[in-house]
């Protein structure tokens, strides 16, 4: 017991390596994340390599709270600035570059929007969600000029390293590529964080498990534990509709997510247990909107069961 409160003492009030707890250490206070449309598409809706993105995605790439992409960068950025400010004093920020593939577009363009962003003297990390298969040495190069501003996260889509289910959800690059951009992110100083999702239609309890087992052996900085969110106008959607696939209980998920924490590496930071979809979308799981009282109730299981994060983890 005495080494698990060592180990909580370490993250704060928290039994698991948070985000929020990083920003905190590192700014000291809390730092808020704006959401930006960056006005790109996605090679797997173009036609470069697929079309009608993951089977998984909204409408809006994945950007279903990102900012309005008929704005510029900054007049999004004022704008988030202005609904955060209207519920707590704020004055750090995150941007965040959601919607779609933001890397898909020229450098130059790339280029004058993420500037855009870093220039903003509130923000204080630029975070940008894009593939693995979209970083060629060009936008490499610029990721790296940026990184001299200020921090820079790349967020990569991974979701699973199955490829069964990888071919499922029309993710449409393979395992290696993945390790390239991994590879080359880190050679140049940028910090990676890994998109998973968790309950994939046929995957196991230990197929997960092997997902975070593989990550555990990467040098990524952050992970985001994605549960599964079915929403209207996805092909996933249509899917579930004609032939219903079991989703989790919340007692469910948070015993999954106690076990995935458990055997993950501790350096690791977490950015995300459950995830955030649009209620007006959301089809299943419903009880996925009640964000606060799902991780009231996964750090009450945390506790009971005397879970910190690499408690089970080996290397």
């Given amino acids: 017991m005495a080494d698990s409160q060592s180990r909580q003492v370490r993250w704060g009030e928290k039994r698991y390596h948070s985000m929020d707890y990083d920003l905190k250490k590192t700014y000291g206070e809390k730092v808020y994340k704006i959401t930006l449309d960056g006005g790109m598409t996605c090679p797997n809706r173009d036609g470069t390599v697929g079309r009608g993105g993951c089977v998984f995605c909204s409408a809006s790439g994945s950007g279903d709270f990102a900012g309005s992409r008929a704005l510029s960068i900054t007049e999004q950025l004022k704008n988030g600035k202005a609904a955060l400010a209207g519920k707590r004093p704020v004055h750090s920020y995150i941007a965040y570059f959601q919607a779609f593939t933001n890397t898909y577009a020229s450098v130059e363009y790339l280029e004058r929007i993420f500037l855009e962003a870093v220039r903003d003297g509130d923000v204080r990390i630029l975070s940008i969600a894009t593939r693995p298969d979209c970083l060629g040495k060009p936008v490499l190069e610029l990721l790296e000029r940026l990184s001299r501003i200020k921090p820079v996260w790349i967020e990569l889509g991974l979701q699973t390293i199955h490829p069964h289910t990888a071919a499922y959800i029309r993710r449409g690059y393979e395992l290696p590529v993945f390790e390239e951009a991994v590879q080359n992110l880190r050679s140049r100083g940028i910090d990676v964080l890994v998109h998973t999702i968790l309950c994939l239609p046929g995957e196991t309890r230990q197929q997960m498990f092997e997902t975070l087992d593989y990550l555990n052996h990467m040098d990524i900085q952050g992970i985001k534990l994605q549960l599964l969110h079915i929403l209207q106008g ?48 959301l089809i299943a799981p419903l009880w996925t909107g009640q964000k606060r009282t799902v991780l009231n109730a996964l750090h009450q299981y945390l506790k009971e069961q005397d879970i910190w994060q690499g408690k089970d983890y080996h290397e």
């Fill in 234 to 281: 996805t092909d996933l959607a249509l899917q579930y509709a004609e032939h219903p696939f079991p989703v989790p209980s919340m007692d469910e998920y948070i015993g999954l997510l106690g076990a995935c924490i458990s055997r993950l590496r501790p350096d690791i930071t977490i950015h995300r247990l459950t995830g955030d979809g649009p209620k007006e979308l």
